[in-house]
């Protein structure tokens, strides 16, 4: 069996592990990232899935040294938020933030993410990465945590979880959780409408949950359609013309009738909160720590927080010689990130509970609302800069990397 020793090792190898890897650049911190994805399974294709970057993480990727724009991603200009069958709409105009980038953020590519991350990450000459699958055992010590796989021992002050949320981590290491199922599955898939339509995302609820159109370029939408899990599977299996049959019924007003549509997707749509005891030397990121409903587009942005954080922490105790696994710098995260999550989980859970209700006197009240909001620029204009990443609670304000002060916006 091998044995590496590392400073950090970071578990996982999607955007978010990567831009953790990228906010400890230049650092002597010795990271090494590990794959933890199964090495007998294909991975799923990614081709369907998208991101949505917020204008606030546009920023910071930016400083991390990722070119941006991102190649193909398109702009979100517009957010228009509506309900099925009942009149009034809030819409959000990238003018609302007097921006030097005229948009509320952009959608791209999970691929199109992941490679550009990949470009600063090959610069970084104090990184290792392996690929050793699922871990397998996890022991703590005083000083170290150990990490187990058939064929490899790894040491370390300290363990990143980045894996998703999705692997046996979370049993592995006894972390505490709590979470819910939706009861929803999404559909994922790429749409065209008959004419042309660029720069504006949909967010328009129905009574199974929220189904949101954004746009990827090409006169194309990626939308991801929430639905109960019988009726997901049925419209899984529905032919084109019948699936296209079926959203055109249900989508919002202002956009286009669609024609075209590609492949099909789905996944269940959960929520969940993990995390450990500081005295663990374990610290999570992104879906790792939280996984959120998908309206709002709100995931990756609150991941790359949590890594500029963290990267932010681990940095300033490697130039004071700390432990970068100490209790006090493990309380200092979580408490710095706690009321970001807090909010974000808050607004996302509340909408979908909010808007997903049949009940007439509740759509009623929610159309005079929307309506209403529409009609006052201050309350358009926190809305626009909450979901655009720029307007966070002071007490999460994100460190920026390469000012050496704090980032808010």
């Keep these: 069996m091998r044995t590496m020793t590392a400073d950090l090792a970071i578990l996982g190898n999607g955007p978010v592990a990567r831009s953790l890897v990228l906010a400890l650049a230049g650092s002597p911190l010795r990271v ?4 933890t994805y199964p090495l007998a399974q294909a991975r799923p294709r990614l081709t369907e899935r998208t991101v949505a970057l917020a204008l606030g993480s546009r920023r910071l990727l930016s400083r991390l040294g990722v070119a941006m724009p991102l190649a193909d991603a398109a702009a979100i200009q517009t957010v228009q938020i509506t309900q099925q069958g009942i009149r009034g709409q809030v819409r959000l105009e990238h003018s609302l933030l007097n921006a030097p980038e005229q948009r509320l953020g952009e959608v791209a590519g999970l691929e199109t ?42 040491e370390t002050a300290l363990t990143v979880i980045a894996d998703g949320g999705h692997g046996e981590l979370a049993r592995l290491a006894s972390l505490r959780r709590m979470g819910w199922d939706h009861n929803r599955h999404a559909i994922i898939a790429t749409v065209s409408p008959r004419q042309p339509l660029s720069g504006i995302a949909f967010e328009h609820f129905l009574e199974s949950g929220p189904l949101a159109f954004l746009p990827i370029g090409n006169n194309q939408f990626s939308i991801v359609w929430s639905l109960r899990p019988g009726d997901a599977s049925r419209v899984l299996d529905f032919s084109d013309a019948e699936f ?6 249900q989508r919002p007003p202002q956009l286009p009738p669609l024609v075209v549509t590609g492949p099909r997707s789905v996944y269940p749509l959960f929520f969940q909160r993990l995390w450990g005891e500081p005295g663990q030397r374990l610290a999570l990121v992104g879906n790792a720590a939280q996984t959120l409903h998908p309206l709002a587009g709100q995931g990756y942005n609150l991941g790359l927080r949590d890594a500029l954080t963290l990267g932010a922490l681990l940095r300033e105790a490697a130039q004071r010689g700390d432990d970068p696994g100490g209790k006090s710098l493990l309380s200092d995260y979580v408490r710095i990130r706690r009321r970001d999550r807090l909010e974000t989980i808050a607004f996302t859970e509340t909408m979908n509970r909010l808007f997903s ?5 509740l759509r009623l009240a929610r159309a005079a609302a929307l309506a209403l909001l529409d009609q006052i620029p201050l309350g358009k204009r926190e809305l626009a800069a909450r979901l655009a990443g720029i307007h966070l609670p002071a007490q999460s304000a994100v460190p920026d990397l390469a000012m050496g002060g704090t980032y808010v916006g």
């Design 32 to 35: 090494l990232l590990l794959d």
């Design 357 to 361: 209700s049949p009940r007439l006197p």
């Design 113 to 154: 993410l992941n490679d550009a991350l990949a470009v600063p990450l090959a610069r970084c000459h104090t990184l290792q990465q392996e690929s050793p699958g699922p871990l397998q055992a996890l022991q703590w010590f005083p000083d170290r945590v150990q990490l187990d796989w058939p064929d490899l021992r790894v």
């Design 244 to 249: 296209i049959e079926a959203l055109n019924r």
